[in-house]
C-alpha cells in the first residue's frame, strides 16, 4: 500500500462471554472501520456478539465474521488437527450464525477473517487452509477473506474466485520471513502506542514493517488490525488513528 491515502483499521470484538468482556468494542468500534466479530466458538455469546454487531451497524462499521476453531478455554490459539469436511462445515456453521444475528440488526457479514491459531495455520496448512476457503464459498462466493500476505490460503481463495484482503498487524511482531511471532514468544504483543502507531504510518508510507531481527518485511496489505484485547487498546487505536490522520491518510473500510 505504498503512499496510501485511505487505509482499513480492523479489530478483533464480541469476544464477550458470560459477561465477561476482553475489549472496550463500543470505543473500539468509534475507531474502527472493519470489527472482525466473534462467532460463538473461540469466544463470544449469541447476546454479547448481537450487542457488538448492533453497535457496529449504528456506526457503520463493516462486519467480518471471525471464525475460529471451537476452542473456547484455549480462546482459540490452540492447533487443532480437524477433518477437512468438518472444519470446513464449522466455518460455513460460524458464518451462518453471525449473519443471521447481523440481519436482525439490519446489516450483514462482509467479510470472513479466520482468528489465532487457525488464521496461523492456514498460511502454510494445505488441508486446512482449502477447508477454510470451502467453507467460505459454500456460503458465498462474494465474500472477501481477510489473511496474511503469502499464506497458502490466498491461493486457494482465488481459485475459487474468492477476493483476498492481505492484512498488517499493528501491535503485532514479525519474524523476518513475514510471519507473525508466536505469542509465546516474549515481545510478541507491542503494547507502546507511539511504537504502533510508527509502524503503522511505515506500513502506509512505503508498505514495509521491521522484523524482530531489525530487518525489513515487504507488506502488500489493504487492512491493518490493532487487537482488541492487547493490552491497552483504545489507547493503541487512537494514537493509530491520530497519526494516520495527521498525515493525510483517510480511515475507511476496503469495500
Do not use: W
Not at 469466544?43 to 448481537?50: C, K, M, R, S, T
Amino acid at each position: 500500500m505504498s503512499q496510501a491515502h485511505t487505509i482499513d483499521l480492523n479489530a478483533d470484538l464480541g469476544e464477550t462471554t458470560g459477561g465477561n468482556p476482553v475489549s472496550d468494542d463500543a470505543a473500539m468500534l468509534g475507531i474502527i472501520s472493519s470489527a472482525n466479530v466473534a462467532c460463538g466458538f473461540h469466544a463470544g455469546d449469541p447476546h454479547a456478539i448481537a450487542t457488538t454487531v448492533a453497535e457496529a451497524a449504528s456506526r457503520n462499521v463493516v462486519i467480518g465474521a471471525h471464525v475460529g476453531y471451537n476452542d473456547a478455554p484455549g480462546f482459540g490459539r490452540r492447533f487443532i488437527d480437524y477433518s477437512p469436511a468438518e472444519l470446513a462445515d464449522e466455518v460455513l456453521y460460524q458464518i451462518g450464525a453471525l449473519d443471521a444475528l447481523a440481519q436482525a440488526h439490519g446489516t450483514r457479514v462482509e467479510y470472513v477473517k479466520p482468528h489465532g491459531a487457525l488464521y496461523n495455520t492456514i498460511v502454510h496448512h494445505e488441508q486446512q487452509a482449502k477447508a477454510v476457503i470451502d467453507g467460505i464459498a459454500a456460503f458465498s462466493r462474494n465474500l472477501p477473506v481477510m489473511l496474511l500476505p503469502g499464506s497458502v490460503a490466498g491461493t486457494y481463495a482465488e481459485k475459487f474466485g474468492l477476493r483476498v484482503i492481505n492484512e498488517a498487524f499493528a501491535d503485532r511482531a514479525y519474524n523476518p520471513d513475514g510471519t507473525l511471532v508466536s505469542r509465546r514468544e516474549p515481545g510478541a504483543v507491542i503494547d507502546d502506542p507511539r511504537a504502533v502507531a510508527e509502524r503503522v504510518l511505515r506500513m502506509a508510507s512505503d508498505g514495509t514493517v521491521e522484523a524482530r531481527d531489525g530487518s525489513t518485511v515487504a507488506l502488500d496489505a489493504q487492512s491493518v488490525c490493532v487487537h482488541g484485547d492487547s493490552p491497552g487498546a483504545v489507547a493503541l487505536a487512537s494514537a493509530v488513528a491520530k497519526a494516520l490522520r495527521s498525515n493525510g491518510v483517510e480511515i475507511a473500510s476496503f469495500l
